[in-house]
């Protein structure tokens, strides 16, 4: 559940959004919506529908609205949005206007993303997810997951340089941890939930106690050799893991 401060900067932000004549809905999905909203370790995760594609002209007012929150809210670093127009969703690989990262860039809203608003979105503003998106079948979900782990997380651990950094350890980690419920069960699982997942699935004791005491705020200075270790051990378990969840996982 959100905090204080990010509920201030979720109204602030619907707010400036409404007086565009285009705006329908506002959903969060993710940890937001999940209640495992971490303050200044998760994002804020949000879809906005309009009624139709944005015009160059809307995408610059966007721009103004993002750079205009981000001068008032220190935090509005973390809120990322993703815009879709109403008749835009049958397909799953279409990239959306989105803004990450302090910039303008397209990326497809995935099958967990819809699983998530239709499982337990929050609504910020106009009709809900189960009114304007189509439902993920299980198949979907299953099918999008595995290919992930298959043609984007798998390949990752080929780049040592990545896995010195502590989102790439953080979020890698817990993605074999949250795949393999999802595939064994159709649950989508938060981040907290995904640590006790990650000691069954045999993660070393001793990074599964690294990403809890940040994920709960309380981290540790990293010395260079720990970063090159965990970055060792990180890859280790993962390729392992990964290659355990896809050959347990039968389309």
Known sequence: MADDAARHLLDRFVGLLRPMPSLVSVWAHGSLAAGDHRPGRSDLDLIAVLEQPCTPQQQAHLVRIHE??????????????????????DDHAAPHLTWAHGELMHRPVTAVT?????????????????DLAPRVTDRQLADFVADDLRTYRRPALDHPDRWRRDIWVDLGLLTPARAATTLGSGRL????????VLTGLGAP????????RRRHGRPAPATAGWIERRSYLARAFLGQAIDEVLANHRP
């Not at 004791?205 to 809890?212: N, T």
């Open 189 to 196: 699982i938060t981040k907290s939930e995904a640590l006790a």
């Open 114 to 130: 819809r699983c998530e608003l239709h499982r337990f979105g929050t609504v910020l503003h106009g009709p809900p997810p189960t």
């Open 205 to 212: 004791a001793e990074l599964v106690h690294d990403i809890g």
């Open 68 to 89: 205009a929150l981000a001068a008032e809210f220190p935090s509005a670093a973390e809120l990322h949005c993703s815009y879709v127009a109403a008749d835009g969703w």
